[in-house]
Structures are given as C-alpha cells and as structure tokens.
Nanobody, 123 residues
C-alpha cells in the first residue's frame, strides 16, 4: 500500500501562483511514476502532469505546459506541482496519484490516490 496526502490548495486570483505538495508513505519503492490529475465539477478527471520517480522525466498536459512544473524530492518522498499564471479554468480538485507503470496518463492506470485538494481561481 502507498498512502498519498496532498496539501497546498486554496483560493487565489487569476494570474497568481500556488504550489501543491503530495507526501508519499508506505511501499513507495514500487512507484515508477507520480502524477497529478484534476477534476472540475461535472467533468471527468483529467491528466495534468507526471514525473518518473527515479529519472525525474516530466510530462504535461497541453493546457498547463509552460505554466505548471512538476518536481520530486526523493529524500522527502514528496512530489510538487508549481502552478503559475493560474486561470479560472484551472479551478478543480487536484489529486496526486502513483503508478507502477511508466508515465501513464489515464486515471485507471494509477494504483493509489490521495484525497484531493481544492484549487479555486477567481477572475
């Protein structure tokens, strides 16, 4: 089992920045990829970004490329999502997830999920 706990969400204005954190514990040695997803009301959960745990290779959805940065701290077993130039359409619950697969981008390919953290961007 892997436990994931997100933090860092909040209410901000358009153009502001936020940094989300996801602390992992448990059997993290089996993790290949850590990902961030988001889900807005009435919409499906969508891929935001992912990072391979050992090499640190990063992948982004087109909608956040150039604005969001995913990073990991191996010593702290923590993955971060730095979100800059936030837009109202970024409003969603953001979830951290871990997978034993190499860079999956579909929710069903992730094995463990955090509880989510709300990000609200006002215009």
């Amino acid at each position: 089992q892997v436990q994931l706990v997100e933090s860092g969400g909040g209410l901000v204005q358009a153009g502001d920045s936020l940094r989300l954190s996801c602390a992992a514990s448990g059997r993290t040695f089996s993790t290949y990829t850590m990902g961030w997803f988001r889900q807005a009301p009435g919409k499906e959960r969508e891929f935001v970004a992912a990072i391979t745990w050992s090499l640190g290779a990063t992948f982004y959805a087109e909608s956040v490329k150039g604005r969001f940065t995913i990073a990991r701290d191996i010593a702290r077993n923590t993955v971060y999502l730095q979100m800059n130039s936030l837009k109202p359409e970024d409003t969603a619950v953001y979830y951290c997830a871990s997978s034993v697969a190499p860079v999956p981008k579909r929710p069903g390919e992730y094995n463990y999920w955090g509880q989510g953290t709300q990000v609200t961007v006002s215009s």
